[in-house]
């Protein structure tokens, strides 16, 4: 009989990987279904370790409830041995209906958001999502981005055994730094949530997992990086890095503002439209665009297998 904590170390297990976060196809701009399930399948047979559905990368914020739900069950029907998280945000009473909507449809744990609402510190902060995570129907990845959580708040969080992961995308490297250093920060594991670009400040932190975009396109070369850092290979790292940094620049550059519009033009460059972004998102400038042709010139060739799929 499989234990109760089976699943869950296994969760743990799978985040020190690549969690590739999933784009949202648009047809005549509606959500694709059928290929969102397509390319959830195709990614989570790629090799990566897991798969978020309704991350930021996929616009999230700007899909309705239907469509979220759509979008949920378009990558529930996906075969591959990826884990598989659902994420969330909004009111907690309706994050946790959602969660038990996620596990309902065979999601391994869901990943909260940061609240939108501008008030509130660090301690209201941490009793959003302790009040989520001890209730929800899937244990809790949280994903921070911005310094509202205090170090106090960290290690809280971290203690909290339904929290099984954090997806660190905040800048204050330091402060990571210093909560891996207390006793509690190995009751979760922590992810590089600011994908390959920083993967070398992790690498430095003794930090393999990283979420990813370029793998909705990419596989290869996000694995590529992940190779690198478990070998503690910082020579290989940074071989791997160099070749998707100029991309990951450009996706970061203006707050983000082309972050998915990147993606979406990596997959029309493969022969696939997967439609155009919505605001605040912004479409590729031209400029943009140039130097994005460029700078994918250097990426190696991908397998026919891969590119017959995204057909």
């Not at 759509?70 to 994050?95: D, N």
């Not at 009793?127 to 509202?148: D, E, G, K, W």
Request: proline share 5%; net charge negative.
């Amino acid at each position: 009989m499989t234990s109760p904590e089976a699943p869950t170390a296994h969760a743990r297990e799978r985040l020190t990987g690549v969690t590739a976060v999933l784009v949202t196809p648009y047809r005549d701009g509606r959500v694709d279904e059928q290929f969102t399930e397509r390319l959830a399948g195709d990614v989570a047979s790629s090799g990566v370790h897991a798969i978020a559905a309704l991350g930021n990368t996929a616009e999230v914020f700007q899909l309705t409830r239907n469509e979220q739900r759509a979008y949920l069950r378009a990558v529930s029907r996906a075969h591959g041995p990826a884990l598989r998280i659902a994420g969330f945000a909004g009111a907690a009473r309706s994050v946790l209906d959602e969660i038990d909507y996620a596990a309902s449809l065979g999601y391994d744990a869901a990943m909260l958001h940061e609240p939108a609402d501008p008030f509130g510190d660090s301690e209201g902060v941490l009793t959003y999502y302790l009040s989520i995570a001890s209730r929800a129907a899937l244990p809790v990845v949280l994903y921070l981005r911005s310094p509202r959580l205090e170090f106090e708040s960290l290690r809280a969080v971290a203690a909290e055994p339904t929290i099984i992961g954090v997806k660190y995308a905040r800048a204050d490297i330091d402060t990571l730094a210093r909560v891996l250093h207390t006793e509690s920060a190995d009751a979760c594991t922590w992810v590089n949530g600011a994908a390959e670009l920083r993967a070398g400040d992790f690498f430095d932190l003794g930090l393999t997992g990283f979420t990813s975009g370029i793998a909705n396109v990419r596989p290869d070369l996000a694995l590529a990086v992940h190779r690198a850092l478990v070998d503690g290979d910082r020579a290989a790292l940074d071989d791997a890095v160099r070749l998707v940094a100029p991309v990951e620049r450009i996706r970061a550059a203006g707050n983000g503002k082309f972050n998915v519009a990147v993606l979406k033009e990596l997959f029309r460059a493969q022969g696939t439209n997967v439609g155009e972004v919505r605001p605040p998102h912004s479409p590729l400038s031209a400029e943009a665009a140039a130097d994005l042709r460029s700078a994918i010139l250097s990426w190696p060739e991908t397998s026919p297998v891969r590119a017959a799929l995204l057909q």
